[in-house]
């Protein structure tokens, strides 16, 4: 069984339209707050991730599926866990909820690259860190 990454955001006045709908760009906000809390429960940030690896993780693509509207106010649940993984990347599922109703379910494609933008292999310590959040396949 895989563990599941968790973070917790309320929705505010300004991730909203005029009506009080959130508005559909800002769930990438969400869901980028989300995994770089997730690498924060394993040890490491971004900034660390660049300074130390001369490596970078950025998004190759996104595939999001809005389910429902979320609203100012709500509180909402961000679950993430490693779908799969290669040698350079691997693929993020992200599960919004408010409750028990599905908000928003996205698939993101991560690729470690280095600061010159070229792919590179996932450093080890960060793949072991990562290792019980993967969910079904590796392919290394």
Same mark, same amino acid.
């Given at each position: 069984m895989?563990?599941?990454?968790?973070?917790?955001?309320?929705?505010y006045?300004?991730?909203?339209d005029?009506?009080g709908?959130v508005y559909?760009?800002?769930?990438l906000k969400?869901?980028?707050?989300?995994?770089?809390?997730?690498?924060?429960?394993?040890?490491?940030?971004?900034?660390?991730i660049k300074?130390?690896f001369?490596?970078l993780?950025i998004?190759?693509?996104?595939?999001?599926?809005?389910k429902?509207?979320?609203?100012?106010e709500?509180?909402?649940?961000i679950?993430?866990?490693?779908?799969?993984?290669? @040698?350079t990347?691997?693929?993020?599922?992200q599960i919004?909820t408010r409750?028990e109703?599905i %908000?928003?379910?996205?698939? %993101?494609h991560l690729?470690?690259?280095?600061?010159?933008?070229?792919?590179?292999?996932i450093?080890?310590?960060?793949?072991?860190k990562? @290792?019980?959040?993967f969910c079904d396949?590796i392919k %290394?």
């Amino acid at each position: 069984m895989h563990e599941n990454f968790f973070h917790k955001l309320k929705v505010y006045y300004e991730d909203t339209d005029s009506g009080g709908v959130v508005y559909y760009a800002n769930y990438l906000k969400f869901l980028e707050r989300a995994r770089t809390e997730s690498l924060f429960k394993i040890g490491f940030s971004n900034k660390i991730i660049k300074e130390q690896f001369k490596s970078l993780i950025i998004v190759k693509s996104c595939n999001i599926e809005y389910k429902r509207s979320a609203y100012l106010e709500d509180e909402l649940t961000i679950r993430s866990f490693v779908k799969s993984i290669t @040698k350079t990347s691997f693929f993020m599922n992200q599960i919004i909820t408010r409750g028990e109703d599905i %908000i928003v379910e996205a698939k %993101i494609h991560l690729v470690f690259v280095s600061t010159e933008g070229k792919p590179v292999k996932i450093p080890q310590e960060i793949f072991l860190k990562f @290792k019980p959040y993967f969910c079904d396949t590796i392919k %290394i």
